[in-house]
């Protein structure tokens, strides 16, 4: 029987955007660096991976990039030997993996354990779907649904071990922020107004907020990576939406940075005062930034994403009550007016910086989804055994 679990395929499907490949690239690399476990990541669009990690070559069908094998998954439908099948597999988001590497799953002396890892919601029904098991319909195989999540009864975020000393250190050492900014473009001037990032969907009523800041009193510096709400970017600068444009109109200053690689994206959540971030992994980067952030939620059909959207309000802001207004706004979940909440909002932001940390400290206790996964891998091999 073989008890120690030490390697791990984990599927990926690009369904759009960035967030699928950024999720498990991030996964991959953790698992790797701080658990040693041997990963293989199967990743259909190397291209949109490429954007993240300037590293992958597009070209290639197996690759290696920091200790992790990289697997371009085409159509390989092919038949697998159990050899080729690793301790545990992971889907991401119900991908359907290819069915010759589930038969040669069953066929393992020792079954592999097989995971869908879910997309985060803080909706209570989260808690009962996490870590529930499906038989297989067919062969003597069983998937474990896991979940991330906001409390001990989920998977918890995904966390490096270093990640809050690391930021904190950027954030503490004099000239970081400076040296960082500068390198994106940034003058010193804008560097020394309130800084915001901007990452959100096409949809989001960029034009308003922009014109809310224009008219404020204090001066305001927008950064806003290559790709991102281009239109409304483009009309504001009034040519198009370039890396390196930049325009000043009223207290707003707006320039357009580059699309970052996936560290340095990091690096720019901690350089701002105030981060507009969207679907799961930036939104959860942002809460381990230590900085005020406003979320953008992914939209579903029939508004879904308004209760997801509401579920996290309940359970993160109580925090303050601009927080709530203009999350609501910016989602467009209620009409609000953002230049009146945008100036209250401003007002409480070392408020929110400070109970952001709080939030931090609590998300922290329920452990880092990696090792939470690991752990509930072990348990479910040690079952087996019995
Ligand atoms: O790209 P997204 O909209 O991804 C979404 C969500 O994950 C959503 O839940 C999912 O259903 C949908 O995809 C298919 O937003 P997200 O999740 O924030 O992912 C963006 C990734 O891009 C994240 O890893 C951060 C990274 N990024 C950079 O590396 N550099 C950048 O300059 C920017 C703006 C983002």
Same mark, same amino acid.
């Given at each position: 029987?073989?008890?120690?679990?030490?390697?791990?395929?984990?599927?990926?499907?690009?369904?759009?955007?960035?967030?699928?490949?950024?999720?498990?690239?991030?996964?991959?690399?953790?698992?790797?660096?701080?658990?040693?476990?041997?990963?293989?990541?199967?990743?259909?669009?190397?291209?949109?991976?490429?954007?993240?990690?300037?590293?992958?070559?597009?070209?290639?069908?197996?690759?290696?990039?920091?200790?992790?094998?990289?697997?371009?998954?085409?159509?390989?439908?092919?038949?697998?030997?159990?050899?080729?099948?690793?301790?545990?597999?992971?889907?991401?988001?119900?991908?359907?993996?290819?069915?010759?590497?589930?038969?040669?799953? #069953?066929?393992?002396?020792?079954?592999?354990?097989?995971?869908?890892?879910?997309?985060?919601?803080?909706?209570?029904?989260?808690?009962?779907?996490?870590?529930?098991?499906?038989?297989?319909?067919?062969?003597?195989?069983? &998937?474990?649904?896991?979940?991330?999540?906001?409390?001990?009864?989920?998977?918890? %975020?995904?966390?490096?071990?270093?990640?809050?000393?690391?930021?904190?250190?950027?954030?503490?050492?004099?000239?970081?922020?400076?040296?960082?900014?500068?390198?994106?473009?940034?003058?010193?001037?804008?560097? !020394?107004?309130?800084?915001v990032s901007?990452f959100?969907?096409?949809?989001?009523?960029?034009?308003?907020?922009?014109? #809310?800041? /224009?008219?404020?009193?204090? !001066?305001?510096?927008?950064?806003?990576?290559?790709?991102?709400?281009?239109?409304?970017?483009?009309?504001?600068?009034?040519?198009?939406?370039?890396?390196?444009?930049?325009?000043?109109?009223?207290?707003?200053?707006?320039?357009?940075?580059?699309?970052?690689?996936?560290?340095?994206?990091?690096?720019l959540l901690?350089?701002c005062?105030c981060n507009f971030v969207?679907?799961?992994?930036s939104?959860?980067?942002a809460?381990?930034a230590?900085r005020a952030f406003i979320?953008?939620?992914?939209?579903?059909?029939?508004?879904?994403?308004?209760? &997801?959207?509401?579920?996290?309000?309940?359970?993160?802001?109580?925090?303050?009550?601009?927080?709530?207004?203009?999350?609501?706004?910016?989602?467009?979940?209620?009409?609000?007016?953002?230049?009146?909440?945008?100036?209250?909002?401003?007002? /409480? %932001?070392?408020?929110?910086?400070?109970?952001? !940390?709080?939030?931090?400290?609590?998300?922290?206790?329920?452990?880092?989804?990696?090792?939470?996964?690991?752990?509930?891998?072990?348990?479910?091999?040690?079952?087996?055994?019995?």
């Amino acid at each position: 029987m073989r008890a120690a679990l030490t390697s791990l395929a984990l599927f990926c499907k690009v369904v759009d955007n960035f967030g699928d490949i950024g999720i498990c690239w991030r996964l991959a690399r953790q698992l790797q660096q701080e658990h040693g476990i041997e990963v293989t990541l199967w990743v259909d669009d190397l291209l949109s991976f490429q954007r993240l990690c300037p590293e992958v070559r597009p070209e290639l069908a197996v690759q290696h990039i920091n200790g992790i094998r990289i697997q371009h998954w085409r159509d390989q439908l092919g038949v697998f030997t159990p050899e080729q099948i690793a301790d545990i597999v992971i889907e991401f988001f119900a991908c359907d993996i290819p069915p010759g590497y589930i038969n040669a799953m #069953a066929q393992c002396a020792v079954t592999p354990v097989w995971f869908n890892l879910e997309g985060l919601s803080a909706e209570a029904w989260v808690e009962g779907c996490h870590a529930l098991s499906s038989p297989h319909g067919s062969l003597p195989l069983t &998937k474990y649904f896991f979940f991330p999540g906001f409390n001990a009864n989920t998977g918890g %975020l995904l966390l490096e071990a270093d990640l809050v000393s690391r930021r904190q250190q950027f954030q503490q050492q004099p000239g970081e922020r400076e040296q960082f900014l500068a390198r994106l473009g940034v003058t010193p001037a804008e560097m !020394a107004a309130l800084t915001v990032s901007l990452f959100c969907y096409p949809h989001a009523p960029v034009a308003e907020l922009l014109s #809310a800041w /224009e008219q404020q009193e204090q !001066a305001l510096t927008c950064l806003v990576p290559e790709g991102v709400a281009s239109d409304s970017v483009s009309a504001f600068l009034g040519q198009s939406a370039r890396a390196g444009c930049s325009a000043t109109r009223g207290a707003l200053t707006l320039r357009v940075i580059p699309f970052l690689p996936q560290q340095d994206y990091d690096r720019l959540l901690w350089s701002c005062d105030c981060n507009f971030v969207r679907g799961e992994d930036s939104f959860v980067r942002a809460q381990w930034a230590g900085r005020a952030f406003i979320w953008h939620i992914y939209p579903q059909d029939e508004n879904l994403h308004h209760v &997801k959207l509401k579920a996290f309000l309940r359970c993160h802001s109580a925090q303050t009550d601009s927080l709530t207004a203009l999350s609501l706004g910016w989602n467009q979940v209620s009409p609000v007016k953002l230049s009146q909440v945008w100036s209250e909002f401003q007002a /409480e %932001l070392p408020k929110i910086a400070l109970l952001s !940390a709080d939030w931090q400290r609590q998300m922290q206790l329920h452990g880092d989804l990696a090792s939470n996964l690991l752990k509930f891998a072990q348990t479910v091999r040690k079952s087996a055994a019995i």
